[in-house]
Structures are given as structure tokens and as C-alpha cells.
């Protein structure tokens, strides 16, 4: 199975799992593309969250590793995301810098 990889640093992460967990506590329109990304959100925020105890302490950036239907469903949530957007900039500047570095392997 394919896997797509990034690199991030803590805070990006952080920021990953902000917008993850709002997500699961979002109600959506039940289009087949949000069921696909909601039966993965929960096994995507369980790996998003060991990684961030994992690397809690890491100061430099870390590779992370996603299956290829992991990769696109945090993709699809974060471009989701910047639909909203935020009134934070470094939020918005994380989101597109993570997302464009998913979809360039996607």
C-alpha cells in the first residue's frame, strides 16, 4: 500500500489535531465523500494523537507517515478547512503548507 510522508514540527501538529478533533465533533451533509472521510477520522486522530506524545519533547521537524486513505482524508479535511478559514494566520499558513505537501502525493 502506498504511503504519503510529510514533515511537520509540534505546533503544526497541534494545530492538525485542533482542527481533526473539531471535525469528529462537526455534523456534516451525508455526501458519500464525508462518510468515506468520517469512517477514517477516528483511526487518523488516534495516529495524529500517539504521534504528538511521541514527539512532544522533539524540537525539530519529524517525517510523518500516512496510508494513502489516511493522507486523503486529512487532506480533504484540511481543504475543508481553509473553505472556513481562520482569523489566525500561522493556522492558515500550517493548513496550506500541510495540505499542498499531502495533495503533491496524492
Do not use: G
Request: net charge positive; proline share 3%.
Amino acid at each position: 500500500m502506498q504511503k504519503v510522508k510529510f514533515e511537520l514540527k509540534n505546533d503544526e501538529l497541534s494545530v492538525i489535531n485542533q482542527i481533526i478533533e473539531n471535525r469528529i465533533n462537526q455534523q456534516s451533509l451525508p455526501t458519500p465523500e464525508t462518510k468515506l472521510v468520517e469512517s477514517i477520522i477516528y483511526e487518523l486522530a488516534d495516529k495524529m494523537l500517539k504521534k504528538f506524545i511521541t514527539e512532544r519533547m522533539n524540537v525539530k521537524a519529524f517525517k510523518i507517515s500516512l496510508k494513502y486513505h489516511q493522507a486523503y482524508a486529512l487532506h480533504f479535511i484540511l481543504r475543508d478547512f481553509q473553505q472556513v478559514e481562520s482569523k489566525n494566520p500561522y493556522i492558515n499558513m500550517v493548513v496550506l503548507k500541510i495540505a499542498n505537501q499531502i495533495h503533491e502525493q496524492l
